[in-house]
């Protein structure tokens, strides 16, 4: 069974950094490109970055460039978010995807606020 | 940015009934590889959103035949026929042929 476990979430103030981890299991991790997604009640469902298997191609949304980074250990079947300079328009559930967009996380929520 | 139109936002219906929900992109959806990566997704209240259709018409694992995915190029249609209790909730499209990656906006739907 595919599983996808996000944590890392919470309560930042602006400026400040986060980082948020997914832990795979129930697949062959190092094969498939990995994603994050976030969600507000406002904008909805926006994707936020996404890595390729080894890591070499990294692809991010405007409003992140700069600011967040995503990678991997597939020794650990983890891939991360490193989430820096939060601003309040940050604030969302993070979901993390496998590419193919079949599997989430069940979300972890950061609210970044003073 | 491909802009995803998805209507109705809201759609009321009846136990045993039949749903169809749109979704238009502002460009086309077909990749230089020649397939096209549209997908479908509900999510229930407090829950993630949970994989239905891809690629336009394939029905995911577990996936029951009353959903079915239709479309090309630029326009798009999630059809939900016998409409039973667990398919209430918001439904939403994503187009992952072009980065960034865009989701429709949502349909709610909701018992009439």
């Known amino acids: 069974e595919v599983q996808l476990v996000e944590s890392g979430g919470g309560l930042v103030q602006p400026g400040r950094s986060l980082k948020l981890s997914c832990a795979a299991s129930?697949?062959?991790?190092?094969?498939?490109?990995m994603a994050w997604v976030r969600q507000t009640p406002t904008k909805g469902l926006e994707w936020v970055a996404s890595?390729?298997?080894?890591?070499?191609?990294?692809y991010y949304r405007d409003s992140v460039k700069g600011r967040f980074t995503i990678s991997r250990d597939n020794a650990k079947n983890t891939q991360y978010l490193q989430m820096d300079s939060l601003r309040s328009e940050d604030t969302a559930t993070y979901y993390c995807?496998?590419?193919?967009?079949?599997?989430w996380g069940q979300g972890v929520m950061v609210t970044v606020s003073s | 940015d491909v802009v995803m139109t998805q209507t109705p936002v809201s759609l009321p219906v009846s136990l045993g009934g039949q749903a169809s929900i749109s979704c238009r992109s502002s460009?086309?959806?077909?990749?230089?590889?020649?397939?096209?990566?549209l997908h479908w997704y509900l999510q229930k209240p407090g829950q993630s959103p949970q994989l239905l259709i891809y690629?336009?018409?394939n029905r995911f694992s577990g996936v029951p035949d009353r959903f079915s995915g239709s479309g090309s190029g630029t326009d798009f249609t999630l059809k939900i026929s016998r409409v039973e209790p667990e398919d209430l909730g918001d439904y939403y499209c994503?187009?992952?042929?072009?980065?960034?990656?865009?989701f429709g906006a949502g349909t709610k739907l909701e018992l009439k």
């Open positions: 995807l496998r590419v193919g967009f079949d599997y």
């Open positions: 129930g697949f062959t991790f190092s094969n498939y490109g």
């Open positions: 890595i390729s298997t080894g890591g070499g191609n990294t």
């Open positions: 460009q086309s959806l077909v990749h230089s590889n020649g397939n096209t990566y």
């Open positions: 690629r336009v018409s």
């Open positions: 994503l187009q992952s042929t072009h980065f960034p990656n865009t």
